[in-house]
């Protein structure tokens, strides 16, 4: 009788999604004892990086990148009325959006830049699709391969790990280091393109990948101390790259474009900005652990609430709540105002926003204007009738169907992520 071949078994299905800290500490502990692969850096960088961050020393401090002119590296024009530039980023002007509807037009998007943006020809972008968790050696695709796979849409906002940082000084009287977003590095779109699962089914994955790093095609990164740590990347459990990650081609029904990741770039529903890639031109799929400076050495918290070593590799993004209104806005006394914003979560859909004007003394409902989703935010408006002139404040806090509520303070970490206090937004009665 004749045998049956035996093949290596494809994944087919998306595995349970497992708890991210448990995830981030295993493959830190996996690259430490040698089990773990440092993707394209030298043993003795990622040690001078462990240092500096305080995972060697417990005394944490910012890895900063060289200085540059503001807003050098965008392409798109950046109008003062809709965007703060912030060295190499810009940051959207919340009060911008009170007339952009649901998404964020791309015009109006914020921009993060770690180099700057490369403007890459559509017609000749390819992706590799390699590794040691496919069979055989793996697959490259075009543009015209992905859109002739089935597309799926996704609304879903990208967001910044930092955003919100400078209310830990300004609110908080705490020293951070990093860009001092106000609350402008968020956007949201709706994405369209391939499924990362179906890409890596067509490449071979097996059942035995554990890791899925895409890789960006913008310019090296070097850190203020001549470091380079080459282009940015940053390792997937492969459970999570099987499940709702795309490689999108599209932002709001057009092409996407140069600032915002194009031709193709990851959209990592509700995890921090930086798991998002842009201008993604390979992505490793590995049978072993792999380690990136920015899943340990970056976006992890420091400070004295958190071990020496620091906390778990960020993944979900937080909760926030945000008001469509220029800081210390002129509002007339004994008039009746509407007032917008908008509220959004990593970790479940909005499920309510709360208004106060009196120091957070009293909270009231605001009404919700979009069906509340995962990994999107949602309109809102209140009503309110101010009767004392001078300084006032108007606080906004959201509720996530997680059952989460946004805190009076957010625990302070010295790189100012995750910002998730409700914000004292200063007004001006007159």
Not at 339 to 357: D, K, N
Request: net charge positive; charged share 25%; hydrophobic share 40%.
């Amino acid at each position: 009788m004749r045998r049956a071949r035996s093949y290596p078994r494809r994944v087919t299905t998306p595995p349970y999604v497992p708890d991210e800290t448990a995830y981030d500490r295993r493959r830190l502990r996996q690259w430490r004892t040698g089990r773990a692969r440092a993707d394209g850096v030298a043993r003795r960088d990622l040690m001078k990086l462990l240092a500096a961050a305080g995972l060697a020393t417990g005394l944490p401090s910012a890895l900063a990148a060289p200085a540059s002119a503001a807003g050098a590296g965008i392409v798109k024009p950046l109008p003062e009325e809709w965007f703060t530039v912030r060295g190499t980023n810009a940051e959207a002007k919340f009060a911008s959006f009170a007339d952009t509807g649901h998404h964020t037009p791309a015009s109006r998007f914020f921009v993060r830049n770690h180099t700057s943006t490369p403007q890459l020809d559509p017609k000749t972008w390819e992706l590799k699709v390699w590794g040691s968790g496919l069979e055989g050696a793996g697959r490259t695709f075009t543009l015209a391969d992905l859109k002739r796979l089935p597309a799926v849409t996704r609304s879903a906002f990208v967001e910044c790990a930092g955003n919100g940082r400078s209310f830990f000084t300004t609110q908080q009287g705490q020293e951070v280091s990093g860009t001092a977003w106000t609350l402008g590095a968020i956007g949201s779109a709706r994405w369209r393109g391939a499924r990362l699962a179906d890409v890596l089914r067509r490449a071979g994955v097996r059942r035995d990948a554990v890791d899925v790093l895409p890789r960006g095609l913008d310019p090296d990164y070097v850190t203020a101390d001549g470091t380079n740590l080459g282009r940015v990347r940053r390792p997937l459990p492969i459970a999570k790259a099987l499940d709702d990650v795309i490689l999108a081609y599209e932002m709001n029904g057009e092409p996407l474009g140069p600032d915002h990741g194009a031709p193709v770039r990851v959209v990592v529903p509700s995890w921090i900005g930086i798991a998002s890639i842009k201008w993604v031109g390979d992505i490793e799929v590995s049978a072993e652990p792999l380690y990136s400076p920015w899943n340990t050495d970056f976006y992890r918290l420091f400070g004295a609430a958190y071990p020496p070593e620091g906390s778990a590799s960020l993944a979900r993004q937080t909760l926030k709540s945000a008001l469509e209104l220029p800081w210390n806005a002129s509002l007339s006394a004994g008039a009746g105002h509407r007032i917008t914003g908008r509220s959004w979560s990593g970790t479940g859909a909005v499920a309510r926003v709360e208004i106060s004007t009196d120091d957070g003394r009293t909270w009231r409902r605001a009404r919700l204007h979009d069906t509340p989703r995962r990994a999107d935010w949602v309109r809102w408006s209140a009503s309110w009738r101010p009767t004392t002139p001078g300084p006032a404040a108007i606080l906004a806090r959201a509720t996530d169907t997680s059952g989460r509520t946004q805190p009076t303070a957010t625990q302070h970490n010295t790189q100012g992520y995750l910002f998730d206090a409700v914000v004292r937004h200063a007004v001006t009665v007159v």
